[in-house]
């Protein structure tokens, strides 16, 4: 919906002006939860004005029951531009997410029930009153309380459900408003037919017939609410306690993260020295075993160390949730990782295949990060493919987002573990047969960078045929650099 900006400048100004800061995304679960409550009640509406003229037309014109046609339709369309205003209401107050718009909200989906409720009274009216089916449409607004609101306020809007109904018998059954009756009616010249009674008579003049039903009315409404309003509290309980468990995994998370994040930095550094040592002691004139258990110790202390080193990446990128943000090529990164990983595809006689279009078009991330993820992508290609294979790299724009795929025509992955591998230290189990060395991390890792990317990464795999990896990052066009800080930056003298 389209707002003035003046408009829109004086409601923001007024809500964010009223907000505290620190407010700001503070609940961000609980908000997300009272903005879908408060649309889903917009949604509701929708319906309800559609079924108020399509259950008129059906009710006049098809089955010739006498309701009151013209302030039916009025009904309808009010309700629609009501719920339009509610809407665009709702959409302003979701702009800004603050302690203040959260109570205005709650406010508001409070005066739509109780609103709904009178325009449901009227409906009544003007449909046969106490005699129209539809009184129970009542107990529907009642539950819908119990479920947006809370347990007092549920009871507040069942007692005036119950007053307006109360008051609807009342001024019907002492003449003060006239009483539309569904009962047996005269010919209708207009229709050029009889109208269909749907009761045999009239009854807002029977009093105990009334008293009785308000009575009915009114237990039952208390009661709908109350069992309503106690499962929905259960059910909120129980949302609130897994809120607090999933806050409470996440803090554990991290300061296992943090843990690991200290060991693995401490580890690397005493492996770079270990590993410079070996490495000194291998290039030595050692021979016989000697040599051979050196060497080993080499070979081992390097995988140890790449291992440490993706471990330390990963928690770190976990811990710092962003990456630095700069703007660059994806075709660039792309083709500088095919060319990093040329020789090792070479040297396993693997054809390398590469269609990158050379596209102008920029994502905002990292570039080392990136080219990092891709390079990792080709080197499980050239360890999974089987000497003589081939390994194509695409990357391509398309829209507004840039997509890259790799595919190689290896071992692929078996269906049942497909949905593990994104998984940290998981590794199939026919990639362990042909490769013993591998620690589950690569594609964790290349997940995380995607992710922190705004971008997302899946693959289809057949086993023994190959596996596509395919990803797709949005394109960000950069901001526009002034012209003299341009100047600057090139060197020039300004003008
Ligand atoms: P690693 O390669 O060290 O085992 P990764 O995290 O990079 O760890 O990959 C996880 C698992 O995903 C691998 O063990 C393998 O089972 C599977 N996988 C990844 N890429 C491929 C591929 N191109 N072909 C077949 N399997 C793959």
Known sequence: ?????????????????????????????????????????????????????????????????????????????????????????????????CEQSRRRTKNMIDIQISTDLIILTVLLHFSGGPENPLV????????????????????????????????????????VVPHYCLGP????????????????????????????????FAVTVYLVVYMAGYIALRLRRAEQ????ANQMLRQKDRI???????????IKGHLAAIQSCLGVAATDSLTGQAAEFVHRAYY?????????????????????????????????????????????????????????TPAAATIAGNAISFKEAITNLLLNAIKYTPAGGTIAVRAQPHEDSVIVEITDTGIGIPPEEQPRIFEEFYRASNARQMEPDGDGLGLSLVKRIVELHHGTIGFCSELGHGTTFHMVL????????PAPAMAEASGQPQA
Request: charge should be neutral.
């Open 136 to 175: 129970l449409f009542f107990i529907f607004h009642v539950i819908i309380a119990s479920i947006l609101l809370s347990v007092w306020e549920s009871f507040l809007q069942a007692t005036l459900a119950i007053s307006l109904f109360g008051i609807l018998l009342l001024l019907e059954a002492t003449g």
């Open 185 to 216: 009616q005269p010919s209708s010249a207009a229709f050029g037919h009889s109208l269909t009674a749907l009761v045999s008579h009239c009854r807002y003049e029977e009093k105990a017939y009334l008293a009785a039903k308000f009575a009915a």
């Open 474 to 481: 949005p394109v960000t066009i950069p901001p526009e650099v």
């Open 300 to 356: 081992r202390t390097q995988k140890l160390t790449a291992f440490v080193r993706t471990l330390l990446r990963l928690t770190r990128l976990k811990l710092d949730g962003t990456v630095e943000t700069e703007f660059f090529r994806a075709s660039d990164a792309v083709q500088e990782a095919v060319e990093a990983t040329q020789l090792a595809a070479q040297e396993k006689s693997l054809h390398l295949e590469c269609d990158v």
């Open 1 to 97: 919906m389209n707002h003035s900006p003046q408009t829109d400048t004086i409601l923001e100004g007024g809500i964010l002006g009223s907000c505290n800061a620190k407010l700001k995304m503070q609940r961000p679960e609980e908000d997300n939860d009272l903005r879908q409550r408060a649309y889903w009640l917009v949604r509701l509406r929708w319906i309800a004005a559609s079924a108020v003229a399509c259950g008129t037309f059906v009710s006049a014109r098809i089955f010739h029951i006498p309701v009151q046609e013209a302030p039916l339709y009025t009904i309808a369309v009010l309700l629609v531009l009501y719920n339009a205003a509610v809407l665009d209401l709702l959409n302003r107050f979701m702009r800004v997410i």
């Open 241 to 244: 306690a897994q809120r607090r």
């Open 256 to 266: 296992k993260d943090e843990y690991v994040a200290h060991l693995t930095h401490d």
